[in-house]
Each structure stands twice: as C-alpha cells, then as structure tokens.
C-alpha cells in the first residue's frame, strides 16, 4: 500500500514560481519512478515530468525548460519546480506512482496562475 501526499499549491502570478512535493509511503521508494500529473478544468490529467528510480527525467513539451521534476530518496519525496508559469499551467497537480501494477495517486494540490 502506498500513500501519496502533495503540498505546495497556491495562487501566483504569471512569470512566477511555485516548488510542488510529494511525500510518499511504503517500502522500495528508491526503485520506482515518480511522476507529476496535471488536470485542468474540463481537461483530460496528463503528465507533466517523470524521473526514475536512476534520476532519469521526461517533461512534456509544454513545460520544459521551465519545470524541474527532482526526488529525495532518504525522505521518500519528490518535488517539481516551476518557474516561469503561465495562465494555461494553472490545475490540480497530482503525484503519482506505479508500485506493483497498480498506480497511486495523491489527492492533488491546485495552482492557479493568475494577475
């Protein structure tokens, strides 16, 4: 069983930063990949950055360069740094991991992007 939980949402303006983490329970944190997701209003969840058990990272288009997806293996967490947000990165942002075939999600956090 696996117990995911994110903080660090909030409201910030566009061109500012928010740092989202995720804590994580159960055993073998260090071997799974971690990934961020996000759901918009009305919008399908789609996946924001991945980073491997090996530190390996993947970012969807939209946010590279922008977005740093990083863990903490001896605290079981894992983070995602975002600078330069825009109106359009605004959603519930949600951690996730696949741990023994099934997948587990976090309850979410919301960042609104908004002057």
């Known amino acids: 069983q696996v117990q995911l939980v994110e903080s660090g949402g909030g409201l910030v303006q566009p061109g500012g930063s928010l740092r989202l983490s995720c804590v994580a329970s159960g055993s073998s944190f260090s071997i799974y990949t971690m990934d961020w997701y996000r759901q918009a209003p009305g919008k399908q969840r789609d996946l924001v950055a991945s980073?491997?058990?090996?530190?390996?990272?993947n970012y969807a288009d939209s946010v590279k360069g922008r977005f740093t997806i990083s863990r903490d293996n001896g605290k079981k967490m894992v983070h995602l740094q975002m600078n330069e947000l825009k109106l359009e990165d605004t959603a519930v942002y949600y951690c996730?991991?696949?741990?023994?075939?099934?997948?587990?999600w976090g309850k979410g956090t919301l960042v609104t992007v908004s002057s």
């Open positions: 980073i491997s058990g090996g530190g390996a990272t």
């Open positions: 996730h991991q696949l741990y023994a075939a099934l997948h587990y």
